[in-house]
């Protein structure tokens, strides 16, 4: 175990940890320091707790490894069922797709950066059905 410093904003944390956590904490309160972009917070792979709509979810996102962009799952806490994500991020946006068959769309997410959370709007690809979403950025 060793002591770990993490300046997060104006505020110091100082907690006591192995050597692989200090390195998945550092990057993550370097990430959320105001001046860094969701774009340089998903360059490593992330997973983020939320809701979409009145259901809670976790999403598991993760550059994508031979070219630009970020693919994941996400699913709904009580369900089993792994919905696909892929899509982009520009600067503090967030656009994605869905998949549940892993060929048709089945949802469009756009959101952006906003603090520590991540929030925007959930479409129908018909345009039928939005709801809003929110995930929460790990704590350091």
């Not at 630009?68 to 696909?84: C, E, H, P, R, V």
């Given at each position: ?46 997973v ?55 060929q ?31 995930l929460q950025?790990?704590?350091?």
């Open positions: 175990m060793r002591l770990a410093y993490f300046v997060l904003g104006s505020v110091l944390l100082v907690s006591t940890v192995g050597s692989a956590a200090v390195a998945q904490n550092a990057a993550v309160a370097a990430a959320v320091q105001p001046g860094r972009h969701l774009g340089q917070l998903l360059s490593k792979a992330l983020l707790r939320g809701t979409l709509g009145t259901q809670k979810i976790q999403v598991n996102l993760q550059p994508k490894p031979d070219e630009d962009g970020l693919q994941g799952t996400y699913f709904a806490f009580g369900q089993t069922q792994k919905i696909l994500l892929a899509g982009e991020v520009q600067d503090d946006d967030l656009v994605m797709e869905e998949s549940r068959n892993g048709d769309v089945s949802g469009q997410w756009e959101g952006s950066l906003q603090g520590s959370v991540i929030s925007g709007t959930w479409t129908a690809p018909d345009g039928s059905d939005s709801k809003p979403f929110v950025l790990p704590s350091p």
